[in-house]
Protein backbone atom coordinates (compact mmCIF):
# COMPACT_ATOMS: atom_id res chain seq x y z
CA UNK A 1 0.00 0.00 0.00
CA UNK A 2 0.99 3.36 -0.53
CA UNK A 3 2.16 6.06 1.69
CA UNK A 4 -0.90 8.37 0.12
CA UNK A 5 -3.51 5.97 0.91
CA UNK A 6 -3.54 6.57 4.93
CA UNK A 7 -1.17 9.92 5.47
CA UNK A 8 -2.84 13.04 6.90
CA UNK A 9 -3.58 15.44 3.47
CA UNK A 10 -4.05 18.29 5.76
CA UNK A 11 -0.67 20.12 6.83
CA UNK A 12 0.12 23.00 8.70
CA UNK A 13 3.35 24.97 7.70
CA UNK A 14 5.64 27.35 9.47
CA UNK A 15 7.79 29.58 8.28
CA UNK A 16 11.67 29.68 9.24
CA UNK A 17 11.27 33.30 10.47
CA UNK A 18 8.17 32.79 12.70
CA UNK A 19 8.60 33.01 16.07
CA UNK A 20 9.36 29.61 18.40
CA UNK A 21 6.19 30.53 20.42
CA UNK A 22 3.96 30.78 17.30
CA UNK A 23 5.04 27.32 16.42
CA UNK A 24 4.35 26.34 20.14
CA UNK A 25 0.83 27.77 19.48
CA UNK A 26 -0.01 25.99 16.37
CA UNK A 27 0.99 23.17 18.40
CA UNK A 28 -1.87 23.45 20.69
CA UNK A 29 -4.30 24.76 18.59
CA UNK A 30 -4.04 21.85 16.23
CA UNK A 31 -3.20 19.37 19.23
CA UNK A 32 0.02 18.09 17.09
CA UNK A 33 3.90 17.84 17.84
CA UNK A 34 5.90 18.87 14.92
CA UNK A 35 5.19 21.58 11.73
CA UNK A 36 7.01 21.09 8.80
CA UNK A 37 8.67 24.30 8.65
CA UNK A 38 8.63 25.76 4.35
CA UNK A 39 10.31 28.65 2.96
CA UNK A 40 7.44 29.60 0.49
CA UNK A 41 6.39 25.43 -0.59
CA UNK A 42 9.52 24.20 -0.43
CA UNK A 43 10.54 22.10 3.34
CA UNK A 44 13.45 23.40 4.36
CA UNK A 45 12.99 21.71 7.96
CA UNK A 46 10.66 20.35 10.63
CA UNK A 47 10.28 21.75 14.47
CA UNK A 48 8.91 19.41 16.92
CA UNK A 49 7.74 20.46 20.58
CA UNK A 50 11.02 18.26 21.86
CA UNK A 51 13.14 20.64 19.75
CA UNK A 52 10.97 23.72 21.35
CA UNK A 53 11.36 21.98 24.82
CA UNK A 54 15.51 21.14 24.55
CA UNK A 55 16.75 24.13 22.63
CA UNK A 56 14.80 26.82 23.72
CA UNK A 57 13.02 26.76 26.83
CA UNK A 58 15.67 24.87 28.34
CA UNK A 59 18.27 27.03 27.58
CA UNK A 60 16.24 29.78 28.57
CA UNK A 61 15.59 31.72 25.13
CA UNK A 62 12.57 34.18 24.43
CA UNK A 63 10.53 32.26 22.71
CA UNK A 64 8.61 35.51 21.57
CA UNK A 65 11.73 36.51 19.65
CA UNK A 66 13.38 33.14 18.86
CA UNK A 67 13.17 32.32 15.35
CA UNK A 68 11.68 28.93 14.28
CA UNK A 69 14.81 28.58 12.13
CA UNK A 70 17.19 28.54 15.39
CA UNK A 71 15.79 25.34 16.55
CA UNK A 72 14.62 23.50 14.01
CA UNK A 73 15.63 20.34 12.39
CA UNK A 74 17.18 21.29 8.97
CA UNK A 75 17.30 19.21 6.07
CA UNK A 76 14.54 16.77 7.25
CA UNK A 77 14.03 13.07 5.91
CA UNK A 78 11.03 12.65 4.39
CA UNK A 79 9.04 10.63 1.95
CA UNK A 80 6.90 10.43 -1.29
CA UNK A 81 3.34 10.21 -1.42
CA UNK A 82 4.11 6.78 -3.99
CA UNK A 83 6.26 5.42 -1.57
CA UNK A 84 5.22 1.97 0.52
CA UNK A 85 4.47 1.96 4.04
CA UNK A 86 6.70 -0.53 4.76
CA UNK A 87 9.67 1.74 3.35
CA UNK A 88 8.32 4.74 5.04
CA UNK A 89 8.12 2.94 8.64
CA UNK A 90 11.80 1.57 7.91
CA UNK A 91 12.92 5.11 7.07
CA UNK A 92 10.77 6.01 10.13
CA UNK A 93 12.24 3.12 12.46
CA UNK A 94 16.00 3.49 11.52
CA UNK A 95 15.80 7.48 11.80
CA UNK A 96 13.96 7.59 15.28
CA UNK A 97 11.18 9.65 13.69
CA UNK A 98 7.56 9.64 14.32
CA UNK A 99 6.29 11.74 11.94
CA UNK A 100 7.27 12.15 7.75
CA UNK A 101 6.94 14.91 6.23
CA UNK A 102 5.10 13.53 2.44
CA UNK A 103 6.82 15.61 -0.48
CA UNK A 104 6.10 15.70 -4.45
CA UNK A 105 7.35 18.65 -6.69
CA UNK A 106 9.18 20.04 -3.20
CA UNK A 107 5.74 20.65 -1.62
CA UNK A 108 4.53 19.19 1.40
CA UNK A 109 1.10 17.34 0.43
CA UNK A 110 1.04 15.24 3.69
CA UNK A 111 2.68 14.02 6.59
CA UNK A 112 2.44 10.00 7.96
CA UNK A 113 2.83 9.93 11.51
CA UNK A 114 2.71 6.37 13.57
CA UNK A 115 -0.82 7.11 15.18
CA UNK A 116 -1.75 6.70 11.01
CA UNK A 117 -0.54 3.46 10.98
CA UNK A 118 -1.36 2.08 14.06
CA UNK A 119 -5.22 2.45 12.87
CA UNK A 120 -4.76 0.83 10.41
CA UNK A 121 -5.40 -2.69 10.80
CA UNK A 122 -2.90 -3.98 8.06
CA UNK A 123 -0.16 -1.89 9.59
CA UNK A 124 -0.51 -2.21 13.36
CA UNK A 125 2.19 -4.75 13.65
CA UNK A 126 4.73 -1.92 11.65
CA UNK A 127 3.74 0.71 13.53
CA UNK A 128 4.15 -0.94 17.00
CA UNK A 129 7.80 -2.39 15.43
CA UNK A 130 8.60 1.10 14.34
CA UNK A 131 7.27 2.58 18.03
CA UNK A 132 9.33 -0.15 19.30
CA UNK A 133 13.02 1.34 17.81
CA UNK A 134 12.35 4.85 18.19
CA UNK A 135 11.35 4.39 21.73
CA UNK A 136 14.34 2.80 22.94
CA UNK A 137 15.36 4.72 25.55
CA UNK A 138 19.12 6.28 25.82
CA UNK A 139 21.10 6.13 29.24
CA UNK A 140 20.92 9.66 30.51
CA UNK A 141 23.83 11.06 31.99
CA UNK A 142 22.98 11.05 35.83
CA UNK A 143 25.95 12.86 37.86
Excluded: W
Excluded at 22 to 33: F, L, T
Excluded at 36 to 45: A, L, S
Excluded at 110 to 116: M, P, S, T, V, W
Amino acid sequence: MEVRNIMTKTVATINPEDSVERAAQMMKEYNIGSIPVCRGEEVVGIITDRDITLRSSATGENVHQQKVREVMTSNPVVGTPDMDIKDATRIMSERQIRRLPIVENKKVVGILALGDMAVEPNFANEAESALSSISTPATPKMQ
